[in-house]
């Protein structure tokens, strides 16, 4: 695999946030107002913002780098032969969207040779962007973020989620949850995997656990973790990779006990 350097890593970075704020402007100018809703599955909706979203994304990408291929939520998936995949959720936390709370986002990443090598994820509500580049450091708009320091479950903030199959699928997180919430200070739900992922790079919360993503919902937002010091398995504590169902996410202190709590596991005792 030759290298992408570092120069041109930055380079990208430069077109993807303002790109990222564009479509950001583009998600506040919607929220609030009156939607039109389609429905992809029971509750899982898809709003017309989401689609004029993903268009302006796609659009801006292809006309600039003709022969990159994207991928994203709502249909856009041009790939084939092309070495750079940009994996685009126009809008992620659609059903608070959707119901005016005030929790989304817009999530870029770009894959090259199959490693995620930028990304940014911008949340229009707080004006708060997210980005990192690999091998380099990651930010909260100018500023250098790092994960949290806490080394106990028992003190740790947690986040999660819940796929849209929650009613009728046995593998459905609840059991994880309970197991979970008697080990953990806390646990939140703000419904959006990429900010989630975000926050836990920002030293906000400690450790994050998903069952049933897709790669448009960690694409950027894991290598932005990574790049601020947290660390990314499968549940299992199997490496990850954003085209792998279940994550599981922590400031990397707490990691094994989350994997312990979430396998049953008990940690073995260091012989005196």
């Known amino acids: 695999m030759s290298k992408l350097s570092s120069r041109h890593i930055l380079q990208y970075l430069a077109f993807m946030r303002p790109l990222a704020h564009?479509?950001?402007?583009?998600?506040?100018?919607?929220?609030?107002?009156?939607?039109?809703i389609t429905y992809k599955?029971?509750?899982?909706?898809?709003?017309?913002?989401?689609l004029r979203c993903e268009?302006?994304?796609?659009?801006?990408?292809?006309?600039?780098?003709?022969?990159?291929?994207?991928?994203?939520?709502?249909?856009?998936d041009s790939r084939g032969g092309s070495e750079f995949v940009w994996i685009v959720d126009p809008l992620d936390g659609t059903v608070n969207y959707a119901h005016g709370f005030p929790v989304y986002c817009v999530s870029i990443g770009l894959e090259y040779q199959e490693t995620i090598v930028a990304g940014v994820v911008y949340d229009p509500e707080r004006d708060e962007l997210f980005w990192s580049g690999l091998g380099g450091p990651a930010y909260l708009n100018?500023?250098?973020?790092?994960?949290?320091?806490?080394?106990?479950?028992?003190?740790?903030?947690l986040a999660t989620g819940f796929a849209y199959d929650i009613g009728s699928a046995r593998k459905n997180n609840l059991g994880y949850f309970a197991r979970m919430a008697k080990r953990a200070q806390g646990i939140r739900r703000p419904g959006s995997?990429?900010?989630?992922?975000?926050?836990?790079?920002?030293?906000?919360?400690?450790?994050?656990?998903?069952?049933?993503?897709?790669?448009?919902?960690t694409?950027?937002?894991?290598?932005?973790?990574?790049?601020?010091?947290g660390v990314t398995t499968r549940v299992?504590?199997?490496a990850y990779s954003i085209f792998d169902p279940d994550l599981l996410a922590s400031n990397g202190r707490i990691h094994r006990a989350m994997m312990a709590a979430l396998t049953r596991r008990r940690r073995r005792k260091r012989p005196v």
């Open 22 to 36: 564009r479509a950001g402007a583009l998600l506040r100018q919607g929220f609030n107002k009156r939607l039109s």
């Open 41 to 50: 599955g029971r509750i899982n909706p898809v709003t017309d913002v989401d």
């Open 55 to 76: 268009k302006l994304i796609t659009r801006t990408i292809t006309r600039k780098f003709a022969g990159h291929a994207v991928l994203g939520e709502e249909g856009s």
């Open 142 to 157: 100018k500023r250098r973020i790092t994960v949290s320091k806490e080394t106990k479950l028992e003190r740790s903030l």
């Open 193 to 217: 995997a990429a900010i989630d992922l975000c926050w836990l790079a920002a030293g906000r919360i400690d450790g994050f656990w998903e069952l049933k993503l897709h790669p448009w919902d």
């Open 219 to 229: 694409a950027a937002a894991s290598l932005i973790l990574r790049q601020a010091g």
């Open 236 to 238: 299992d504590g199997s």
